[in-house]
Structure formats: C-alpha cells, structure tokens
C-alpha cells in the first residue's frame, strides 16, 4: 500500500511538471477567487433596503465579482472569495450627503465577516437586524451617526471576538442589555448620542480589557457602578450629559492610566474625594453641572498631566485649595464658575499662569478687572456675572491670542473709546454693564472679519446704527436695551451668516428695510419697543429659517405678510402698533 502511495505522488508530479499550462490554472482560481455567491446576495439584499443613496456608493455594486475590488467598501480574502470587510462611510458634516432606507437582515449571512462599519449616512433608520448576532467572526461593528431605532439586540452579546462596538449618535432606546457584558475581548464601547435609559449593567464587570467607554448624551440613571474601578486599561471614560446619581465612587480614582474622564451634566452628589490624585495620567476632568459640595481637594495638585479642569455649576465652596509653585505643572484651561465661591480677587496661582481659558464666572469677583501675567496666551476669558467696576483702560494690552470674551452682568462704567478690542477676536459678550459711547466703535470698516457674536445690549450706548461692510462674519447681534437711535440701515444685508439680531429698547426710526429679507440663516428677529414706520416687507418671507420674530410696539402699519411663519407667529408679536392687520391680527378692511 505504501509503494503504491509512492507511486501515485510520483506520476501527480510528472504531470504537473510535463504541463505548466496546467498547473498555472490549476492555482491561479486560489489566488484570485471571485466572491462567494451567497455573499453578493447578502450585499444586494443591503442594496434593496436602501433607497436612495447620494453617496453614489452602491453604484459600483454592479457585476458578478464583489471581491475584484470595483464594489466600493468591500474587501474579501482573496484566498476564499469570502467577504471579511464592509466600510460605508459618509462625511461628518455634509447633509447633502447621505443613505435613506433601513439595514437588511440579509447582511447576517456574510458569514465570515470581520469588520462592519456603516457610519455617517444619517437616513439609515429602523432596527438593528437581531441576525447580526450570527455574525461570529466579527471584531468591528460601528453603526454610527445614522438614524437607527428600537432597542440594541440582546442577541449582540454572542460575537465572542468584537473588540469595537460603536452605536454612536442614533435613535436607539431602552436600557443597555445586560448580554453586552459577554464580551472578553472589548476595548472600546460606545453608545453616546442615544436616548438610552436605565443603569449601567454591572455585567459590565467582564470587560477586563476595556480601553475607552463612552455613554455620554443618554438618559441613564442610577449609580456610577463601582465596578469601571476594576478595568486598569481604561484610557477614556464619557457618562457625560444622563441622569447618573450618587457619590463618585472611590474605586474610580485607582485608574492610573486613565486620560480623559467626563461626568458633567449628570445629578452627582457628594464630595470630590481626596483620592483623585491617583488618576496619575489624567489631562482632561470635567465634573461641571452636577450637585457636587464641599472643598476642592488640595491633592488635585498633585495632578502632573492636567490640563483642562471644569468644576463649574456645582456646589463648591471656599476656601480654594493653596496651590504652589510646582502644583498642576501642565494646567491651561480652568473653569471655576457658578459655585459657591467667593473669591474677591483672581487667586495668583490662576492670575500668574500661562492659560489659555480662565472663566471664574459668579465666583463673587470684586474691585478692577484682574491683571494677568502672562494675557498673550490666553484665548477665552470668563469674568461675568460678578461685581468688577474698573480697570478696562489697558487691560487687552498685550491680549493678542484672545477670541472669546465675556465680561456680562458686573458693574463695568467705560466708554467705547476707551478700549482697543485684540484684532482675531471672534466673540464680545459685555451686556448689562454701563457701557457708553457709540456703537461704531466696534462696528466700523475695521471691525474684524474673525468677529461672529456681538452682545452689547442693556448698556447705556447712544449714536445711530452704523453701515455694515461686506465682508463680516457676525452671526449674533444684540444691541437691545440701549440708548441708540436714527434710522434702520439698508446694509444689514451685508450680514449674511446672520443668525440672531436683537435691536429692541431703543429709538430706532425710519422704515423696517426690504434688504432685511436677504438673511437667509436669520432665526432669531427682535425689533420691538422702537420707533420703526411703514409696513412690515414682505420681503421678509424669503427668510425661510426664521423660528422667532417680535414686532411689538412701534408704529407700523399695513398687512402683516401673509405666510409662514408670520401669520401664525402669536398676536402679541404685532401688537402695540399704529394699524398692522392681517392674520393673526384682525383681517384687513378692503378699501371701497
């Protein structure tokens, strides 16, 4: 038997070496397979549920051969014709851009598929097909930013190999099913973006390799488990913007090598405890917007990698905790605003720093504005809401980097010709002081192209509304509650990105001008308690975004534009006026 064994091997080797034309064909299918057959049905099916795709993707799903490398985001082994990846992804930010229909159930029969990510299409609604959970080769599977309903399958829990899930940005809701803590090998989950609720499972407790969750943006509820203190891998953690209670747990504060952890926006309550200090890797903590008391702990110094701190709308109270020289080494960005704080003055270890985002908003500042060491580096500056008076003259001196300013709600008394405004800023936010002097100051044929949000209402500002060049970029204008008077100008069109403009309070005179109807993006229009004539344009209907508009008190007369959203806009938005008509006032009387 063996000498026959021999034998045969020997003439299957003569052959092949007599026939090289053989041989060749006789491997060549091995390596350029074409794909499964039962896998372009699988990939047709997806194409069938999708309706309309201005991706212009599934328009190169045409042909026999998914795996010749022409059907756009699939790949296949080329040694099996099997398909192991399906990529689809759309941009960020373009709306025009998109895929409208449903996941097909028919993808779960891609038997040997390894990565999935479908992301980015923003129509793809329905469920996630519970066939996915077949899918037992899978190590990726993203779905995110696309339109996504119902609950999450329990039956994902059985891809043994997923190290990715990713549900980010849909419409998924129910709890988080408890079968996801099944996975061995996960390191990233991420199901921020959702309407999500109930607790966080405490199967989770099997994710021994977890890198970086995220579940901000839901409506959990309950505790923070004390379990995420068990997973020593974790980078990332985001539970921001839910409905979370309770203390902070202390195990959470034994992650050495935990980067980023974000828990604002939740109903936290408690103390933050003295063990933060051994989150040893941490750069970015941000505890803002929950129900926090007590003292900042002074061991939050010891943090050498910090470098954006948000503790702000808590209830912190004094003392600050006494940083030294060598205390947060790497601190640029600190938020300390609406506590219970009462500070007086900017402490020295904030004034004498290099940052570059100082806000201590409501922290009960008082006297002149603070003087800072190092203003060439910072960019954001908060101060409003406290009791400063003084010291406006020279203090954006040397300010060359800032871009957002607010300095709202204090008892601020300067001129506008007082201050010379960095030329790359982009946001001024200064109302309710008693600022003085002309508007022209700040709006003229120098004003920055940079500059996007005025608000300089309830101020005591006199002079008439100046000419506004091409050019600008302001997207929010709030003069209201000020002193200014003369005509409405023709140039506003000029503001095209215009998004919200507030002009009421004032003794604006003249006509509501036609070019008004050229903003485009205007939402917000309020042009109440002035002195404005004439008829309302009817211009105003090509401003197809608008969501909010206030006509009340002036003197305008005639016919309310007839059409949306003017005519269903309540009667209070109209009233106070010499003789407007129309719906949703009293219909006109026709002249006989």
């Known amino acids: 038997?063996?000498?026959?064994?021999?034998?045969?091997?020997?003439?299957?080797?003569?052959?092949?070496?007599?026939?090289?034309?053989?041989?060749a064909q006789t491997i060549t299918p091995l390596q350029t397979s074409v794909?499964?057959?039962?896998?372009?049905v699988a990939l047709l099916g997806f194409k069938a549920r999708i309706l309309k795709d201005t991706t212009d993707i599934l328009s190169?799903?045409?042909?026999?051969?998914?795996?010749?490398?022409?059907?756009?985001?699939?790949?296949?082994?080329?040694?099996?014709?099997?398909?192991?990846?399906?990529?689809?992804?759309?941009?960020?930010?373009?709306?025009?851009?998109?895929?409208?229909?449903?996941?097909?159930?028919?993808?779960g029969s891609l038997a040997f598929l390894e990565v999935m990510v479908i992301s980015g299409m923003k129509h793809i609604a329905g469920p996630i097909p519970e066939s996915f959970s077949t899918l037992t080769h899978l190590t990726q599977l993203v779905l995110e930013d696309n339109s996504l309903e119902g609950n999450i399958p329990p039956g994902l829990g059985r891809l043994p190999l997923l190290n990715i899930l990713s549900l980010?940005?849909?419409?998924?809701?129910?709890?988080?099913?408890p079968s996801l803590g099944n996975f061995k090998k996960l390191q990233q989950l991420s199901l921020a973006r959702n309407l999500?609720?109930?607790?966080?499972?405490?199967?989770?407790?099997?994710?021994?390799s977890l890198q970086s969750l995220d579940?901000?943006?839901?409506?959990?509820?309950?505790?923070?488990?004390?379990?995420?203190?068990?997973?020593?891998?974790l980078t990332f953690i985001d539970l921001s913007n839910n409905q979370l209670s309770g203390l902070l747990p202390p195990s959470l504060f034994s992650l050495v090598k935990l980067q980023d952890l974000s828990l604002d926006h939740n109903q936290l309550t408690g103390r933050i405890p003295s063990q933060i200090a051994g989150l040893k890797s941490l750069t970015h903590l941000s505890l803002s917007s929950n129900r926090l008391t007590g003292q900042i702990p002074a061991s939050i110094s010891s943090l050498q990698n910090l470098w954006y701190l948000n503790l702000s709308r808590n209830g912190l109270s004094d003392p600050l905790p006494a940083i030294q020289g060598r205390g947060l080494p790497s601190l640029l960005s600190i938020d300390l605003s609406y506590n219970h704080l009462s500070l007086g003055t900017v402490p020295g270890w904030i004034k004498d720093r290099q940052l570059s985002d100082v806000h201590l908003a409501g922290c009960k500042l008082e006297g002149n504005l603070p003087k800072f060491t190092r203003p060439d580096s910072l960019s954001s500056l908060d101060l409003s809401d406290n009791f400063l008076v003084d010291g406006i003259a020279g203090f954006f001196t040397n300010m060359s980097n800032l871009q957002k300013l607010k300095l709202s709600n204090n008892h601020l008394k300067f001129d506008l010709l007082d201050i010379k405004l960095p030329d790359g800023i982009s946001s001024i936010e200064i109302q309710s002081n008693q600022l003085s002097g002309f508007l022209s100051r700040i709006l003229n044929n120098r004003t920055s192209s940079f500059l996007e949000v005025l608000d300089v209402s309830g101020n005591q500002i006199s002079g008439t509304m100046p000419e506004f060049i091409e050019g600008l970029s302001l997207k929010v204008l709030n003069i209201g509650s000020n002193k200014i008077t003369g005509q409405f100008p023709g140039s506003i069109s000029n503001l095209k990105e215009l998004e919200r403009m507030d002009i009421s309070r004032n003794q604006i005179t003249g006509t509501i001008p036609t070019t008004l109807g050229l903003l485009s993006n205007l939402q917000w229009l309020d042009l109440s308690i002035n002195r404005l004539t004439g008829k309302i344009p009817t211009s105003l209907l090509g401003i197809a975004n608008l969501r909010h508009a206030n006509f009340r008190a002036n003197r305008l007369c005639g016919e309310i534009p007839q059409g949306r959203p003017y005519n269903i806009f309540p009667a209070g938005a109209y009233a106070h006026n010499l003789c407007l008509c129309g719906k949703p006032l009293p219909l006109c009387r026709t002249k006989k």
């Open 1 to 23: 038997m063996q000498i026959l064994r021999w034998v045969s091997k020997l003439l299957l080797l003569s052959f092949f070496l007599a026939s090289p034309l053989s041989l």
């Open 196 to 208: 999500l609720s109930g607790p966080i499972p405490t199967t989770f407790q099997n994710f021994l």
């Open 215 to 233: 579940l901000s943006f839901n409506v959990l509820s309950g505790l923070i488990p004390d379990i995420l203190g068990h997973f020593q891998n």
């Open 60 to 107: 190169s799903w045409i042909g026999k051969d998914c795996c010749g490398g022409d059907w756009e985001g699939v790949q296949c082994n080329p040694a099996t014709g099997r398909v192991t990846d399906l990529v689809l992804q759309g941009p960020a930010r373009d709306s025009g851009i998109y895929m409208r229909g449903t996941l097909s159930p028919s993808l």
């Open 35 to 40: 794909c499964a057959e039962a896998d372009r």
């Open 168 to 177: 980010n940005g849909n419409h998924l809701r129910g709890q988080i099913p």
